[in-house]
């Protein structure tokens, strides 16, 4: 094996490593690798099938069991499904879902084939589950998608603020080398639970702060250091009477101010029993002192975007814009993302109610816009919105479902409605690693290159473009995402006659397309098909990535998300090779301008620019999700255990997906309860009880930690042997109503205790 470099791509850090030619790996990017990664490295660099478990050929469902097929029988399958399920049912009988870890050639070349040939737009992927949130609370706020700080601005901070997130244990080689290493900042944690994160940094400091409030209650919190900040007229005047519009402005400072946001009504609303009024006032006072006088980075994650969602983010840039803490360094907001290239996914529209670069479905000049850089008629593109991924299970209309990379048998809420919908569909599957759950539901399964198998381009979660370098060949035929969707494209078009029936110059309304689906799928033109996936091959057969690249490359000139430097240059496929890659538009954006109007946030479009407005949020975001029903306990939800011994675990369960591992999974998950919540209920550690709520029930053993406020508790996401998982009681019907985002953190339950004969 020749010395290679490529990346770490477990998480949304995304950085460089270097595999030396007896296997091992180092790090040599600016971050390193975390043991996330080196995990992987170390198990499968060089390993059989047998070793780590793998889907070898693809597999069909029949009468007697699975059975091995070709590449080729499995491609004239899937084509053939498709065309009968759309000529059948409609376009919108099919339905694509896809992991946060295809490379963006892979998620492009799939946005292309499902919504631009063939005219869905239920087309969504893990982004609409973890990160799409944060891209709506930027929305609400700029009008654009995208963060504005990056990694680099942790070190020039002066405050760092984390709201719900747990970097210690899911983001390591970042909270290591960049959140713990600037000693002289203030760190602030809001997390209703002591974590990793808060142990870690108040025992680095004891002056870092940590706010335990109760779930649910961000926004009100925010509200709450808004109001103080506006009172002592300690926000930034200047900045905001600039950058802001005017009318926006007085509304939100008149919401502050009519509002019950001082810290005396606030208090009782989000303090927890275990922390006196008294204490979170002292600590919140601080905090605001903190917005008053420091540099302030803001950061959240998957914690705040599953709680309060789009308005709990926005509440969060509220406090950025009215301090000005925005477009310089140590200043602004980072996203720290979970999956690999989530960052992708929403720069390219991966939901049922956008397009790519976040042009609007609804919106026919966005359809047009589109359509003419795919090169296909205007018509081609539906005006009818996709399934939000919440829905998939309950849509009567879902006929055939694509998923790659995750695995849709545990990864969903509701999950036992999913399962009965899986049971239902065509379900066709691409992943690298077997999966035994998968064999239930499946009806064709595609083995798929592994991370260190493949090659593409990553944007992770400070927008930096990177080059993931193929290290090895399968040891069998596997292929690569972008192979499977081109060869399916393309077999299709083998399928189709010369299209004499309509002329794509046409002017067509949504029923006479449908019309034409249902004649013999007369919507689709046998040579654009083709062409719009011949890519290039290597000498493996696998489309070329410069290719793929460079066709985004072009599609993205004018767009906010048009992938450029900060000088303006495009980002080139060569660029984003060498070295640590490219950032795009730099490492800042929203700098400050000396004179002009304030007009510098940009919308769908680059030259589109506008003033940034604050978020009013909605009353429902000022509940605290323990006031809506006092009997029942607010289910936290995340990766990792809790308390001492548990580290090892967390950081070894790196791919949700996969049954590499599986020997190391704990043969049951604990429900962390507090101390005062057993104490009430007479429990004790290892004991067991079923939690419950009008979606499922699970039952569960008791860790009772003192690391757990009152009326709170928490389950991992992480596998174990039992199958003790709380998607069985989250929510697939709760959603964010900016971006359709499960809102899986506010699930609700209730307590079933055991039966004292069986105590005793």
Not at 660 to 668: K, M
Request: proline share 6%; with cysteine.
């Amino acid at each position: 094996m020749d010395e290679t470099k490529t990346l770490c791509t477990f998480c949304g850090v995304v950085d460089q490593v270097t595999v030396l030619k007896d296997g091992k790996v180092r790090g040599s990017g600016t971050l390193g690798t975390c043991v996330k990664g080196a995990t992987f490295f170390r198990e499968h660099f060089d390993s059989t099938p047998r070793e780590v478990k793998r889907f070898t050929s693809p597999l069909i469902r029949t009468p007697y069991g699975w059975e091995m097929i070709s590449w080729d029988y499995a491609i004239d399958m899937i084509a053939d499904t498709i065309l009968a399920d759309r000529q059948e049912f409609g376009r919108d009988a099919l339905a694509f879902y896809g992991v946060g870890q295809m490379t963006l050639e892979a998620l492009w070349v799939t946005k292309k084939f499902f919504q631009g040939h063939l005219g869905t737009n239920n087309i969504c992927s893990n982004a609409e589950q973890c990160l799409s949130n944060n891209a709506g609370g930027h929305e609400l706020v700029f009008g654009n998608e995208g963060p504005f700080s990056c990694y680099e601005d942790y070190l020039h901070a002066e405050a760092i603020f984390i709201y719900g997130h747990n970097p210690a244990i899911n983001h390591p080689t970042v909270f290591q080398k960049y959140l713990r290493r600037n000693r002289k900042a203030i760190k602030v944690v809001v997390d209703p639970r002591r974590t990793n994160t808060v142990e870690l940094l108040l025992a680095d400091n004891p002056e870092n702060i940590h706010l335990p409030i109760k779930s649910g209650s961000d926004v009100l919190l925010n509200c709450a250091i808004a109001r103080a900040l506006i009172d002592q007229a300690a926000h930034n005047g200047g900045y905001v009477s600039k950058y802001l519009e005017a009318g926006n402005s007085a509304a939100f400072i008149d919401f502050l101010r009519r509002g019950p946001f001082t810290l005396e009504q606030v208090l009782p609303q989000i303090t927890p029993p275990e922390l006196s009024h008294e204490e979170m006032g002292r600590r919140i006072s601080r905090v605001v002192d903190l917005w008053r006088t420091r540099k302030v980075v803001t950061t959240s994650s998957v914690g705040i975007n599953q709680t309060t969602g789009s308005s709990g983010v926005a509440s969060i840039l509220n406090l950025n814009l009215l301090t000005g803490n925005i477009g310089q360094p140590g200043r602004g907001h980072v996203r720290l993302a979970g999956q690999s290239n989530a960052s992708g996914e929403l720069a390219l529209g991966y939901s049922g109610r956008l397009l790519p670069f976040r042009m609007r479905v609804a919106e026919k000049a966005h359809r047009e816009k589109m359509a003419q850089i795919w090169g296909v008629p205007g018509w081609k593109l539906s005006e009818v919105p996709g399934l939000p991924v919440a829905s998939f299970a309950t849509s009567p209309r879902l006929r055939t479902l694509f998923v790659f990379g995750t695995n849709p048998a545990r990864n969903f809420p509701n999950l036992a409605r999913w399962r009965e919908k899986l049971a239902d569909v065509c379900l066709i599957y691409a992943d690298a690693y077997y999966n035994p759950e998968i064999l239930e539901y499946a009806d064709i399964i595609l083995p798929v290159r592994t991370k260190h198998e493949s090659s593409g381009i990553f944007l992770n979660g400070e927008r930096r473009l990177q080059y993931l370098q193929k290290v090895e060949e399968p040891p069998f035929e596997a292929w690569g995402d972008v192979r499977i969707v081109c060869s399916v494209a393309r077999r299709i078009a083998e399928r189709l006659e010369e299209n004499t029936a309509v002329s794509p110059d046409a002017s067509l309304g949504q029923t006479q397309v449908d019309e034409l689906v249902r004649q013999g799928n007369l919507d689709l033109f046998k040579h654009s098909l083709d062409q719009a996936f011949a890519f290039p091959v290597d000498e493996t057969g696998e489309p070329r990535n410069e290719a793929v690249w460079n066709e985004i490359l072009r599609a993205s000139k004018g767009f906010y998300n048009e992938f450029i430097d900060s000088e303006g240059q495009p980002i080139t496929f060569d660029r984003i090779r060498a070295g640590e890659g490219v950032q795009w538009a730099g490492s800042r954006r929203y700098v400050p301008e000396e004179g002009g109007d304030g007009a510098v946030f940009p919308g769908v479009f680059r030259a589109e620019l506008h003033k940034a407005v604050f978020h009013i949020p909605p009353p429902e975001r000022l509940i605290p999700f323990n006031e809506r029903d006092a009997e029942s306990f607010t289910l936290i939800t995340g990766r990792g255990g809790m308390g001492k011994g548990t580290y090892a675990n967390n950081v070894a369960m790196f791919n949700s997906s996969t049954a590499t591992g599986q020997d190391r999974w704990p043969d049951e998950n604990s429900v962390y309860m507090s101390v005062l919540d057993a104490q009430k209920l007479g429990l004790k550690t290892g004991e067991r009880i079923r939690l419950y709520n009008t979606i499922g029930e699970i039952e569960c053993r008791v860790e009772v930690s003192s690391d757990m406020p009152s009326r709170h508790l928490y389950l991992t996401f992480h596998p174990d042997k039992r199958g003790t998982h709380p998607n069985f009681l989250t929510n697939s019907e709760l959603i964010d109503p900016q971006t359709w985002q499960p809102l899986l953190k506010d699930t609700q339950v209730n307590i079933k205790l055991p039966r004292r004969q069986e105590r005793a």
